[in-house]
């Protein structure tokens, strides 16, 4: 089945400075890819998400980038504020068949004012 | 935007008791639900798909006598663990997607903290 990598588990960034985290994955079937954002005791919220027939989204201080070939997939904050801090999950979904996503083990980001 | 919603935020249980985890789509409906387990600074562990009408599936390893799943419609899915031990004590959340859009993107509950005494 299709297994998610994600690096690195912790980043201390200053504010200001740009933050990236990546994510590799093992099914070269899997064609979606989203970014869930996490706070401490809430639920995970979508920050932003790739289809596989695209190599970059933006959306204002965040990024997406998608790699299909290297099987690997980045998330960009650029300007971080500390608002910014918090666990960010990406996962990937395999073409048809089941709806589930496969979630990496998340990264703690935590911006430094 | 698609809200989902869950029901309740917090139980604290005795150990042997069981108890249910409601989970709706309050603006859309959603054929499949998902239901997953997080324990503390490590990441969503999904437990099992619910699909609206039919029987759920479960992750391996998920034993579906103590975690039965019921999504009698397309808009509400519940989650009962029976029997509940110390080690079930965790959050647990659902997510939905949109069934009308044919929709990549879940959306998540708020979650439910179990504590089990």
């Known amino acids: 089945g299709e297994n998610v990598e994600q690096h690195p588990s912790t980043l201390s960034v200053q504010e200001g400075d740009s933050a990236v985290i990546k994510c590799t994955y093992s099914?070269?079937?899997?064609?979606?890819f989203p970014w869930y954002k996490q706070e401490l005791g809430k639920r995970p919220q979508l920050i932003i998400d790739i289809r596989s027939n695209v190599g970059e989204k933006k959306d204002q201080r965040i990024a997406v980038t998608l790699n299909k070939t290297a099987k690997h997939f980045s998330l960009h904050i650029t300007e971080t504020q500390p608002e910014d801090s918090a666990v960010y999950f990406c996962?990937?979904?395999?073409?048809?068949?089941?709806?589930?996503?496969?979630f990496g083990k998340g990264t703690k980001l935590t911006v430094n004012p | 935007g698609a809200v989902v919603s869950q029901h309740p935020s917090r139980v604290i249980c005795k150990s042997g008791t069981s108890v249910k985890i409601e989970c709706r789509s309050l603006d859309f409906q959603a054929t499949t639900m998902f239901w997953y387990r997080q324990f503390p600074k490590q990441s969503l562990m999904l437990m099992a798909t619910?699909?609206?009408?039919?029987?759920?599936?479960?992750e391996q390893g998920v034993e579906k006598d103590k975690f039965l799943i019921n999504h009698a419609s397309l808009t509400l899915s519940t989650l009962t663990v029976t029997s509940a031990h110390p080690e079930d004590s965790s959050f647990y959340i659902c997510?939905?997607?949109?069934?009308?859009?044919?929709?990549?993107?879940?959306?998540f509950g708020p979650g439910t903290r179990l504590t089990v005494l």
């Open positions: 099914d070269s079937a899997s064609n979606y």
């Open positions: 997510s939905a997607s949109e069934a009308e859009k044919f929709s990549d993107t879940q959306y």
């Open positions: 619910s699909n609206e009408g039919s029987k759920a599936t479960y």
């Open positions: 996962a990937a979904k395999l073409q048809g068949g089941s709806e589930k996503l496969v």
